[in-house]
């Protein structure tokens, strides 16, 4: 496709329950990142996927936070049972290397209940 | 640990005016920085990038510097328009692999351009 694409766009779910979120990257693109942006805080790194080296996975917050990417394309970010503060927006980039700009989707907006 | 501070965190000007966003980081040794603008409800776009040997990008009314030694870049809009009314955030990266790779992100100055 043209750009990063993510969906839901918005999800909301009672908390305790698992959310699932999906990014599909920029054709091509061998870069993919997970960010969240709570409301009033900057960008909170999540996790980061090179090509088909092992991820970097320093940036979940807790255990209930994995996140996989196959084929070296589509990710999936996966939360287990949901906390009210993880409520947030959820957001993928990609690029075409670490010296390349990251490109952003327009994000999930999850709202634990 | 880096940390990427931009101050003010709002700003607001009339239009037709030029204008600098400032960005400092506290750790030097960065691999680039990019700049990006953030619209209500939407997800960053990218809007200059500068690797570390560089001193500044330009795009249309855009110019961004780079300052490596003292830890800061800027961010130049000239002729401020109100489309340009946005959050614009700037990253560094620190690394070209590992866990260097990801981007330090500030937490943006929201500009609001008045007619």
């Known amino acids: 496709g043209a750009g990063v694409s993510q969906s839901p766009s918005n999800k909301v779910t009672e908390k305790g329950k698992d959310v699932e979120l999906r990014c599909d990257p920029i054709s091509g693109h061998t870069a993919l990142y997970w960010y969240r942006q709570s409301l009033g805080q900057g960008l909170e790194f999540l996790i980061y996927f090179q090509g088909n080296s092992a991820p970097d996975k320093s940036g979940l917050p807790s255990d209930r936070f994995s996140a996989e990417r196959t084929g070296g394309s589509v990710s999936t970010l996966t939360i287990q049972r949901t906390q009210q503060e993880d409520s947030a927006v959820y957001l993928c980039a990609s690029s075409r290397g670490p010296g390349s700009p990251l490109h952003f989707g327009n994000g999930t907006r999850l709202t634990v209940t | 640990k880096q940390e990427v501070t931009q101050i003010p965190a709002a700003l607001s000007v009339p239009e037709g005016e030029n204008l600098v966003l400032n960005c400092s980081f506290t750790d030097s040794a960065i691999y680039n920085l990019q700049w990006f603008r953030q619209d209500p409800g939407k997800g960053l776009t990218s809007l200059l990038l500068i690797q570390s040997s560089q001193r500044e990008q330009t795009s249309g009314r855009l110019n961004a510097s780079l300052d490596k030694s003292s830890g800061r870049s800027t961010l130049y809009i000239a002729a401020s328009q109100p489309g340009d009314s946005a959050t614009y955030l700037c990253?560094?990266?620190?690394?070209?692999?590992?866990?260097?790779?990801?981007?330090?992100f500030g937490k943006g100055i929201t500009l609001s351009v008045r007619p």
């Open positions: 990253a560094v990266r620190e690394g070209y692999t590992g866990a260097n790779s990801k981007l330090t």
